[in-house]
């Protein structure tokens, strides 16, 4: 495969959001768990939950810093590594870009007021309220932005004449048709990821034999969330498949190997293809493709055999499909497992199986979110503005690229292993015991 401007564009793009996608979700649901467990905190009196609150809100403050980093060269990367792009619809997006800046320091500066006001309350609830903000913000960030990705895959608010867009309408183009299911997913799936994370952080302690009351609270809190924001992800990939169906079809069944239209059409799960488009060892589960597009086994389902054959995705995104709701899948599951058995008390809460697969579940859940937006973005080759412009067509022809791609990589891995050192420091030989007794039972 030879390395030219194009290839090397997408690469470096590629690694940027790769990465900024980690700490963009955690950076949209941690702040939804760290109200939650103050909410219960105060509610029911239970000082474990407001120590979680606290230690949960010390250690995002973390994630944050890395976070704006990122995002800032992402901003950079869309004018140096994609200026044809920028030119045709830069000037349609620039609202939501500029709103989704206003929402992140809308979230900071209620962020460090909530950091900073912690026992200055005679009424707790006080204190709680400043999260309310904090999480509009954050989620109101992840919204802007996703709609410039839903732009991108169903562009509506302009007009293309000479190359230029004219009669330009920012806010048809933010509320394109992508939007509705797009944002859902988001975030939807930013709570689920960061609800398993932290479960799966308490469950790695207690294996470790950490095992007093307050891990206890926070995994039966975790898991709880974990299930109800998973159950919300479900619905919301239900969601988008209908809307792929109608709108994006190629998308739909490039995922699932689908190439003639018909109906009761079957849903592929993994397998290998060959070069005549043969598929086999496959799981086949008859009509449920149909279904899933239309919840109804009549659904006729567009193949890609209807599209020109340059204009359709590559066929390896069936298994970032496959593998995101496999993830998904499993999450569900082993929330419920552990749901059941706290609640039937059947057996020990300390159970080394399920505290295992929630430890798993941890990592798997972030390598979901990377396959969802792997098939989502490659799903929409080979366009960067569907039925506008093509990727070859709007990166660089300016040089340097490939050094640029070898800084950046140092960058982040450099970022990475001071955010993981920072994190452990942080935490390390600083026992929750110890700090529930010291601020609470002093």
Known sequence: MELDNVMLSRMLTSMTLAFHIIFATIGVGIPVMISIAEFVGIKKNNNHFLLLARRWARGFTITVAVGVVTGTCIGLQLSMLWPSFMKVAGQVISLPLFMETFAFFFEAIFLGIYLYTWDRFKNKWLHWLLTIP?????????????????????????????????????????????????????????????????????????????????????????????????????????????????????????????????????????????????IHHAIRLPGMLSFLAGSSFDKKVIGLDDFPKDETPPLWIHYMFDLMVAIGSFVIVLSLVYLIAWRAKKFSEWFKPILWGIAAAGPLSVLAIEFGWIYAEVGRQPWILRGYMKVADAATTGQGVGLTFIIFAILYFILAILTCVVLVRMFKNKPAEAELEKRFNH
């Open 134 to 278: 904090v999480m509009i913000g954050s989620s109101a960030s992840a919204l802007f932005i996703t709609t410039v990705n839903a732009f991108m895959n169903t562009p509506q608010g302009f007009e293309l004449k000479n190359g230029k867009a004219v009669n330009i309408d920012p806010i048809a183009a933010m509320l394109n048709p992508s939007t509705p299911s797009k944002v859902f997913h988001v975030l939807t799936s930013s709570y689920m990821t960061s609800a398993v994370l932290l479960a799966a952080i308490t469950s790695f302690a207690i294996l470790r034999g950490k095992r007093s009351i307050y891990y206890r609270s926070a995994l039966r809190l975790t898991m709880i969330c974990s299930l109800v924001f998973s159950l919300g992800t479900a619905l919301a990939g239900d969601v988008s498949a209908k809307f792929l169906a109608e709108v994006q079809p190629e998308k739909l069944a490039a995922a699932e190997w689908h190439f003639e239209t018909e109906s009761n059409a079957d849903l592929i799960l993994f397998g290998t293809i060959d070069e005549n488009n043969q």
